[in-house]
């Protein structure tokens, strides 16, 4: 089922410069979803009409079949639904402590006091903040102010999660532990929408992948087509992603079979033992 719908959106900054240009996306309900592009492409403006940030100057926008509502309470409602975390942790986070931040959504949501309160306590445990509760904003890492963003995000209960370059500035240790979050967030159902330069990672992690350029999503497919669209990729100055290079390489070589090429190194790893241990018994 469609969750986000954009057909034919267009929209122009005061400057002239283009955002989108007649832009179509489709999200389904429940999967992870990777948008690649390079810088300008568009992808920031596209975000920002997911939620209602910025409007159509043509085409339309729909959120679970239904065309977005843009006063005042259709937005309200659309923006607990669907949930954004900008790039810059330091654009979203306001409040002096991780709970008066966390706390800004439900409360203007008019909710009482104590479903406040469990919202709060339920979206950082989901980020594993649990115990940072009462910590002054000022004081966090840079991969603890995203967490807090997401946290943010999280006690409005969304259905849609978009975030914009979620791993721009995390070391190692701390993109594995938000992807870890990620993936607990995917697990209880919520539909995720990220935009990435790491094409490695989209082809592992996404269920689907947009391609967008020059304001527009120019192709959308199964992450595991990749493999087979290095000129759509090629058309953006994109690799394909290193591992399915690797495989024809492989397999070029007579080393693994020709075979729809792993999403992973640690699948591509499995299918060599695989094949050696095979090998080694032939052998015997």
Not at 77 to 91: A, E, K, T
Not at 228 to 244: F, I, M, Q
Not at 250 to 269: D, M, W
Request: net charge negative; charged share 20%.
């Amino acid at each position: 089922m469609t969750l986000l719908d954009l057909q034919d959106v267009s929209f122009r900054y005061p400057d002239g410069s283009i955002g989108l240009n007649g832009c179509s996306l489709a999200i389904e309900r429940g999967t992870r979803n990777a948008l690649i592009g390079a810088n300008g492409s568009g992808k920031t403006t596209l975000f920002q009409h997911c939620n209602g940030l910025l409007r159509p100057q043509s085409g339309i926008v729909r959120y679970a079949g239904a065309a977005l509502d843009y006063s005042r309470g259709g937005l309200r409602q659309l923006r607990s639904q669907v949930g954004m975390v900008f790039q810059n942790p330091d654009h979203q986070l306001f409040s002096a402590s991780v709970q008066e931040d966390v706390s800004f959504g439900p409360i203007n949501l008019g909710l009482d006091e104590t479903t406040v309160r469990r919202r709060v306590a339920d979206a950082l445990h989901a980020v594993g903040m649990a115990d940072g509760a009462d910590k002054a904003v000022h004081n966090l890492s840079f991969g603890q102010k995203k967490r807090v963003c997401i946290a943010g995000v999280l006690a409005m209960q969304p259905e849609l999660l978009v975030l914009d370059e979620p791993m721009a500035g995390l070391d190692h240790k701390m993109r594995t532990e938000f992807l870890a979050v990620l993936d607990a967030l995917h697990a209880q159902g919520i539909t995720l929408l990220l935009a990435t330069h790491d094409i490695d990672f989209a082809y592992r992690w996404a269920d689907h992948i947009h391609l967008m350029a020059a304001g527009r999503c120019t192709a959308s497919l199964e992450a595991a087509d990749l493999a087979e669209c290095g000129d759509a990729l090629s058309a953006l100055g994109l690799p394909l992603p290193t591992v399915v290079e690797l495989h024809r390489h492989l397999a070029a070589q007579g080393l693994l079979a020709q075979q729809p090429a792993p999403r992973s190194h640690a699948e591509l790893l499995t299918r060599l033992e695989t094949t050696n241990h095979g090998k080694e018994a032939a052998c015997r």
